[in-house]
């Protein structure tokens, strides 16, 4: 990630999709407005839903497949078979129609959704067996930066270390949710939780972010954006 791009798309409408976790989730945003955005919900359902999805979005938008001027990409950490199908779908579209491609980490997705006022962030999502994919992030001018890589640990690490910060920390994601007594055990008051249910990357903010990183100058070559695992898949594993 991070070839040279050039042209000015801010004008542009830009297509967002997510697959990292069981919400297949796809949006339109053109200068900075949502034109449209729809979301489906279920397990192993990306292979046979994105594709419509997708043409759907792009024809409620009113842009169609011709207006898009970009593709941006949630290229995970997430579900192994969701994020590939995610990638794989959008590289296609984005050499089909020769616009600029880029891949957004899904957890900055998620910690961008709706930023808590809190010293820090940590989106995380389940990454199964006890184990949460998750990202740490400071706030810095109203702004979650992160403060390191993607990382995947052990639910009860991650909680150790969050309450060795001695900070709030605002706790996003499915995990946060499946998560949230151990999490209010280790941190007590400072563990801030989002209302309502559990929050997860939104097409619309996979687009924006993609936009951000397009002006700033950054895409990348269809023919070698890679998915972000983390960890061997299950068919990795059980070839030893």
């Not at 962030?121 to 990454?127: F, G, K, N, R, V």
């Not at 006890?130 to 109203?142: I, K």
């Not at 097409?203 to 070559?221: C, F, S, T, Y």
Request: proline share 7%; glycine share 12%; hydrophobic share 45%.
């Amino acid at each position: 990630m991070g070839e040279k791009g050039g042209g000015d798309i801010r004008e542009g409408a830009i297509l967002g999709l997510d697959t990292s976790t069981a919400v297949c989730t796809v949006a339109v945003v053109a200068a900075d407005r949502v034109l449209a955005q729809e979301r489906l919900e279920g397990q192993k359902i990306h292979g046979s839903v994105l594709l419509p999805l997708t043409i759907r979005v792009l024809e409620c938008s009113g842009v169609g497949r011709e207006g898009l001027a970009a593709v941006a990409v949630g290229v995970g950490p997430g579900s192994f078979t969701g994020v590939r199908i995610g990638v794989a779908t959008a590289k296609a579209l984005a050499w089909a129609r020769g616009i600029p491609l880029v891949g957004v980490p899904s957890l900055d997705a998620l910690a961008w959704e709706l930023p808590p006022p809190a010293p820090l962030i940590c989106a995380m999502l389940d990454a199964r067996r006890e184990n949460v994919y998750y990202r740490v992030y400071h706030r810095a001018a109203g702004e979650p930066r992160a403060t390191g890589e993607p990382g995947i640990g052990a639910v009860r690490d991650l909680a150790a270390w969050l309450a060795r910060q001695e900070q709030e920390v605002a706790l996003l994601g499915d995990a946060a949710v499946r998560h949230r007594l151990l999490l209010q055990d280790a941190l007590g008051r400072r563990a801030l939780f989002r209302p309502g249910p559990a929050g997860l990357p939104q097409g619309a903010k996979v687009a924006r972010l993609g936009l951000r990183r397009l002006e700033e100058g950054m895409q990348d070559d269809p023919m070698a954006l890679l998915p972000v695992y983390l960890k061997p898949s299950q068919a990795e594993l059980a070839q030893g």
